[in-house]
């Protein structure tokens, strides 16, 4: 099955790398965290997953690389330079690379294909758009920069709205709108709805071009029992006015998916998500591990074949107990 | 005392270092070998300057940065990424830092400086010349870039001629032109007068800026006993019809030198430095550890002091036996 993931960092890069082990996988990667440290082209989110794909991802943390030293940054920092943002030896290599090809002309599309190889990566790791685009985060602090909020700032503000800067001018890839065109199944992997898969699906045209698929599309709730499986995504989407449950984010993506995955907790929301127009799914949605990521990956793709062929006739394999 | 030394790499570093710890210095550094890495400028004789004026550097290798670790190195090899120069993690901070400034407009000597501040280094630690010139070493493999001469195939090369690309529009800095104003002393440190001491002095402008300082001026002698003390000065002198001795070396600094410093092992050839209208000191001119550095620097300049002072007459602390 030739499956198109949706992802942002941590959570997101865990489903992808439960739909790779069984899949051709192509994941499209918000790109919209990017920035510029130390004139170096860092991309969080890409590198997230490309590492959780390539079995490098640090465990603890989920983002940078397992057995990472820091002996750069320490140097950086007795030079005086910024020192919040910590990057590893190792991960510093891939920045230095990426900007090295960047400034030679080379998209990032085409820079991340490169890396993704030299990691022994097999699925399609696509940047949402080789034009930049930029989260900005207005809060009462006014606006700031995405990783300035995230992780400059520990997510502390309170986020009054999200702009993509650039966005106007940014355009699915060919590679997006290929692998869309080829997919059997689209992912909204449980990443956070508004800065991660948000910037994703603002990208003019790219919702044209998932729909264009014909694939069934499903959704994974990132929002257990009311709380983000990991980050902001709860106070953001209640900041911002939505509300911070799995219907929450499954009101966001009405009109997209045909499917939504919750979580067993959330099971007294499944009625109101139905009546959004989706198949609900109700299993175990926290990947803990990594049987966790394969089982996940596995029963969303029976869903959405379910979704996709019977046009939402539920069937025995639909987990709700 | 203020003191301006031309340097290149380690040897020059070392002298420096000795100078550093007793007089005000000025060290105008070799330029001609710095290259491009992975997108990112390397300076390897200022930063071989200054890591050892730091207290940095390496004490095995002479460059480098002291308990230096190689995990991004080792991590561009894994991308595929050109790894025969053996960049250190620590020593990565140094050319990212150098590379964004850089970028951003400022200049070399300025960013240099920057850096120097970073590392506590007090002396100021001068490119010759903010232009870019770039040595190229000719060789019966062809035209060779220097770092590739010298690293990247070991210095095996029979060296037919060297060129210094972009000399012609280089010139010495302000700064490097204030310095030697104000000088009570130049010191040509123990480096290669081929490519280390040969690009600066080549610097359209250079010998007339050094020469104006009115200063003494002193060199010490890189080869002993007809060999180098470090790298591949003894082979490429000869090669290029240069005699590979203390002398041949006097000859080269013939018009621009007043004192010429040579280890006792040489002691044959000091009537004959003498023709050529230079003091010679005769002394331990090896460098083989800290005190080292030290005591040849307090001879060096009480040499220059007595050169400068007395038209050339010779005294009793001329070290000779």
């Not at 980050?231 to 209640?238: E, I, Q």
């Given at each position: 099955m030739k499956v198109v993931a949706l992802a942002g960092g941590v959570g997101g890069a865990k489903l992808a790398a439960g739909l790779a082990a069984c899949e051709e996988l192509s994941v499209v990667v918000n790109t919209a965290d990017?920035?510029?440290l130390w004139g170096l082209h860092v991309s969080p989110d890409l590198d997230t997953v490309m590492y959780t794909l390539a079995g490098l991802?640090?465990?603890?943390?989920?983002?940078?690389?397992?057995?990472?030293?820091?002996?750069?940054?320490?140097?950086?920092?007795?030079?005086?330079?910024?020192a919040w943002f910590r990057i590893g030896d190792r991960d510093l290599a891939t920045h230095v690379l990426r900007t090295e090809r960047l400034r030679r002309g080379e998209g990032l599309t085409e820079v991340t294909a490169a890396l993704c190889a030299g990691l022994g990566v097999e699925s399609r790791v696509l940047p949402m758009s080789d034009e930049s685009v930029a989260t900005v985060v207005e809060s009462p602090a006014g606006d700031l920069e995405f990783q300035e909020y995230f992780v400059g700032r520990g997510q502390r503000d309170e986020v009054l709205g999200v702009r993509f800067r650039g966005i106007e001018d940014a355009r699915?890839?060919?590679?997006?709108?290929?692998?869309?065109?080829?997919?059997?199944?689209?992912?909204?992997?449980?990443?956070?709805?508004?800065?991660?898969?948000?910037?994703?699906?603002?990208?003019?045209?790219?919702?044209?071009?998932?729909?264009?698929?014909?694939?069934?599309t499903v959704a994974v709730s990132p929002i257990v029992g009311g709380r983000a499986i990991k980050?902001?995504?709860?106070?953001?989407?209640?900041s911002l006015g939505h509300e911070a449950s799995a219907r929450g984010v499954a009101r966001l993506y009405e009109g997209l998916?045909?499917?939504?995955?919750?979580?067993?907790?959330?099971?007294?929301e499944k009625k109101d998500i139905e009546a959004?127009?989706?198949?609900?799914?109700?299993?175990?949605a926290v990947m803990r591990d990594e049987p966790d990521r394969a089982r996940l990956?596995?029963?969303?793709?029976?869903?959405?074949?379910?979704?996709?062929?019977?046009?939402?006739?539920?069937?025995?394999?639909?987990?709700?107990?």
């Open positions: 990017d920035f510029e991802a640090n465990p603890e943390t989920g983002w940078g690389v397992r057995d990472e030293t820091f002996r750069a940054l320490e140097m950086i920092s007795t030079y005086g330079g910024e699915p890839t060919d590679e997006v709108a290929a692998a869309a065109r080829e997919a059997e199944a689209v992912v909204l992997c449980p990443s956070n709805p508004v800065v991660s898969l948000g910037p994703i699906l603002a990208v003019p045209g790219m919702r044209e071009v998932l729909e264009g698929s014909g694939a069934p980050g902001p995504a709860d106070r953001m989407l209640a998916v045909d499917g939504f995955v919750i979580d067993r907790v959330d099971v007294g959004l127009g989706m198949e609900v799914l109700v299993t175990e990956a596995e029963e969303v793709l029976r869903f959405a074949a379910r979704v996709g062929g019977n046009g939402g006739e539920r069937g025995p394999g639909s987990g709700e107990q």
